[in-house]
């Protein structure tokens, strides 16, 4: 007989609890109950105000209407991140959501275009992106579906209100019948023989039971890593930012369809725009600069007046061993944490999710359904980090001890191995499925500078191709097309604007 489960429970809110009760109850139709246990006392950490394409597909599968969620959230649109000073001081780069150009030839674009580049034929690689032409000119429109037209090569997210996001999530779940518990945990039960989880006791004596426990109670992880002691894996190695800094600001300066990403002398510093604030944030470490250092830092280069103090946040990079262990399974802060500069925090929620409902157990929990979880999860964060790391590893800056430390670390082998191959010959090479794409770690290598030695033989040998008229009929009929769009201002006007305060 199948033993379903008959109640799932959520402990935490903020962005990752709401994502997962929304999440859950939209997928067991009533079937089981979902309750999300928070207390108002603890706050949440709330700095992924940022995210990346595939947050889309998850707002479209539970219904949300994107003009609403935008407008609920102080929302605004994002079609890439601008990185400002990392390769070497005074360069930037833009990371684009989507193709570089429109393939021309089974020899990818890029190969052609560091033909012309060797000649001094063609401009920086950003003016081949769509997202960026649009983005220099603080233009937005979604693409377009017809795959002929340019207007269809760049993808789009969003920066948003973490905490309103939040929010309208949970007016969403609850909608469709989660129940929220106000409550601090003061105790968990666990079964002697099995070591599952079996009940939450809250400071005022009630006791919330469930079958499957969902840990999204962030930084504490209580129930993984503090009740079943899962251990924590430090990348700091590697990643030696351990702190950041965050506080909004008064809008000022453009309103960017972007995230700005600019290093400073012991980290970098975020910069979203959102419909009634800026987003504003120092990453630091900690061995290279103080707090009170940090702070100043932060405050002297915002667009317009902090409208807050600067809050702290102290981390360590890294991820839990396991990520579902018994009948707990952990999302968000609670699993681990990578500094939030290619916004993979509120990805790392959804993915895990969607994995979790794959691989949805009964109550006899198959250890084998926990073990593909854990496969694939710790995979995909060891992928992500990989990425993260070589924005750091590839730079010429040396400055200050922070960055001549991170050009000089060994890095992973498998990352190194990509750096070299790329080196070579503008390779770009994986082991299999990952989150970043070509183009993404296309945009990183040369935008940080790693030249490669050669380009494809192959381009020689393709004589009938025209890649110089091509690329120049690239770059004009994006330029055009962008001036053609709106601006991102009135692009949010017109379709999503929030309500004055």
């Known amino acids: 007989m199948t033993r379903n489960i008959r109640k799932v429970v959520v402990l935490g809110g903020g962005s990752a609890g709401w994502m997962a009760a929304a999440a859950l109850v939209n997928a067991l139709r009533g079937g089981c109950r979902v309750e999300l246990v928070e207390s108002d006392e603890i706050g949440i950490v709330g700095v992924g105000e940022a995210t990346i394409p595939p947050i889309r597909l998850f707002n479209h599968s539970l219904g949300l209407d994107e003009g609403e969620f935008v407008a609920k959230t102080q929302g605004s649109f994002k079609l890439g991140i601008e990185f400002v000073g990392w390769g070497k001081e005074g360069h930037r780069y833009f990371h684009p959501f989507g193709p570089y150009g429109a393939e021309f030839d089974a020899v990818p ?36 579906p017809d795959t002929r037209l340019v207007q269809s090569t760049y993808d789009y997210a969003y920066h948003f209100d973490a905490g309103l996001y939040g929010q309208h999530l949970r007016a969403y779940a609850e909608a469709k019948g989660a129940i929220r518990t106000e409550g601090k945990v003061v105790d968990v039960r666990v079964a002697p023989e099995s070591g599952h989880v079996e009940a939450l006791t809250l400071a005022d004596g009630r006791v919330v039971e469930g079958d499957l426990f969902i840990d999204c109670s962030g930084f504490r992880s209580l129930l993984l890593g503090g009740q079943l002691g899962v251990p924590y894996r430090d990348w700091r190695e590697w990643l030696p930012c351990d702190r950041a800094m965050a506080v909004p600001c008064a809008g000022g300066g453009a309103f960017t369809p972007y995230t700005r990403s600019t290093a400073h002398a012991a980290g970098w510093q975020w910069r979203i725009p959102l419909q009634h604030r800026v987003g504003n944030g120092y990453v630091y470490s900690s061995a290279h600069v103080s707090d009170d250092e940090a702070a100043e830092t932060l405050l002297a280069n915002l667009d317009g007046a902090p409208l807050a103090d600067p809050r702290p946040l102290r981390f360590t990079p890294g991820r839990r061993d396991v990520t ?14 990578l500094e939030p500069l290619e916004s993979t925090s509120l990805h790392l929620v959804q993915s895990g999710i969607t994995r979790l409902l794959a691989l949805w157990p009964d ?12 496969r694939i999860t710790a995979e995909e964060y060891e992928r992500i980090r990989d990425f993260i790391i070589l924005h750091y590893k590839l730079t010429e800056r040396t400055d200050t001890e922070l960055w001549r430390y991170c050009g000089a670390m060994p890095v992973p082998e498998p990352l190194q191995y990509k750096i070299d191959q790329f080196r070579a010959a503008g390779r770009i090479v994986s082991a299999g499925a990952e989150l970043f794409q070509n183009p993404s770690w296309l945009a990183v290598h040369i935008g940080q500078l790693n030249t490669p030695e050669r380009y494809d033989p192959l381009v020689d040998e393709r004589t009938e191709v025209d890649a110089p008229r091509l690329l120049e009929g690239l770059r004009r009929s994006m330029a055009e097309v962008a001036e053609t769009m709106p601006s991102h201002a009135a692009f949010i006007d017109r379709h999503c604007r929030a309500p004055a305060a």
């Open 109 to 144: 674009l890029h190969q052609y275009w560091l033909k012309e580049r060797q000649g001094g034929r063609a401009g920086p690689l950003d003016n081949y992106s769509m997202a960026w032409a649009l983005a220099s000119r603080g233009r937005f429109a979604p693409p377009s």
């Open 324 to 337: 579902w262990s018994r009948n707990v399974v952990a999302l968000g802060l609670a699993a681990g944490f």
């Open 363 to 374: 109550r006899d929990f198959d250890p084998l359904a926990a073990a593909e979880y854990n």
